[in-house]
Protein backbone atom coordinates (compact mmCIF):
# COMPACT_ATOMS: atom_id res chain seq x y z
CA UNK A 1 0.00 0.00 0.00
CA UNK A 2 1.51 3.42 -1.14
CA UNK A 3 0.41 6.79 -0.50
CA UNK A 4 -0.28 9.41 -3.55
CA UNK A 5 1.20 12.62 -3.27
CA UNK A 6 -1.85 15.04 -2.47
CA UNK A 7 -1.57 18.94 -3.09
CA UNK A 8 -3.59 21.14 -1.14
CA UNK A 9 -3.92 24.48 -1.86
CA UNK A 10 -5.97 27.20 -0.46
CA UNK A 11 -7.69 29.34 -3.40
CA UNK A 12 -6.82 32.76 -2.84
CA UNK A 13 -6.91 34.82 -5.89
CA UNK A 14 -5.53 37.98 -6.80
CA UNK A 15 -6.30 41.52 -6.28
CA UNK A 16 -4.99 44.61 -8.10
CA UNK A 17 -4.65 48.27 -6.04
CA UNK A 18 -6.26 50.30 -8.80
CA UNK A 19 -5.10 53.19 -6.46
CA UNK A 20 -0.85 52.58 -7.66
CA UNK A 21 -1.92 50.61 -10.93
CA UNK A 22 0.23 51.94 -13.97
CA UNK A 23 -1.84 49.95 -16.32
CA UNK A 24 1.68 48.56 -18.04
CA UNK A 25 0.12 44.98 -19.23
CA UNK A 26 2.82 43.35 -17.12
CA UNK A 27 0.05 41.48 -15.35
CA UNK A 28 -1.78 40.70 -18.98
CA UNK A 29 1.09 39.25 -20.48
CA UNK A 30 2.65 36.87 -17.90
CA UNK A 31 -0.34 35.41 -16.60
CA UNK A 32 -0.84 31.68 -18.02
CA UNK A 33 -4.95 31.62 -17.34
CA UNK A 34 -5.72 34.86 -18.40
CA UNK A 35 -7.40 36.39 -15.56
CA UNK A 36 -6.71 40.11 -16.42
CA UNK A 37 -8.65 42.40 -18.50
CA UNK A 38 -6.71 45.78 -19.16
CA UNK A 39 -8.84 49.04 -19.20
CA UNK A 40 -7.58 52.24 -17.69
CA UNK A 41 -6.23 49.65 -14.62
CA UNK A 42 -5.49 46.11 -14.93
CA UNK A 43 -8.14 44.09 -12.89
CA UNK A 44 -8.76 40.84 -12.48
CA UNK A 45 -12.24 39.81 -13.95
CA UNK A 46 -11.81 35.95 -13.50
CA UNK A 47 -10.93 35.33 -9.97
CA UNK A 48 -12.40 31.47 -10.46
CA UNK A 49 -9.86 31.04 -12.77
CA UNK A 50 -6.83 32.08 -11.04
CA UNK A 51 -4.32 29.37 -10.49
CA UNK A 52 -2.69 31.77 -7.58
CA UNK A 53 1.10 30.73 -8.98
CA UNK A 54 2.13 34.25 -8.38
CA UNK A 55 3.56 35.24 -11.22
CA UNK A 56 1.80 38.51 -11.83
CA UNK A 57 3.00 39.78 -8.38
CA UNK A 58 6.64 38.81 -9.32
CA UNK A 59 6.24 40.85 -12.42
CA UNK A 60 4.20 44.34 -11.30
CA UNK A 61 6.46 47.01 -11.36
CA UNK A 62 4.65 48.99 -9.24
CA UNK A 63 3.71 46.03 -6.95
CA UNK A 64 0.27 46.60 -6.64
CA UNK A 65 -0.67 43.18 -6.78
CA UNK A 66 -1.21 40.70 -3.87
CA UNK A 67 -3.13 37.62 -3.14
CA UNK A 68 -6.89 38.61 -1.77
Sequence with gaps: MGFKNI???RK???V???E???ACGACVDICPENVYDLKDVAVTTRKE???DCG???DECPSECIDFE
Design 7 to 9: RCR
Design 12 to 14: MPT
Design 16 to 18: VDA
Design 20 to 22: CCI
Design 49 to 51: DCT
Design 55 to 57: LCI
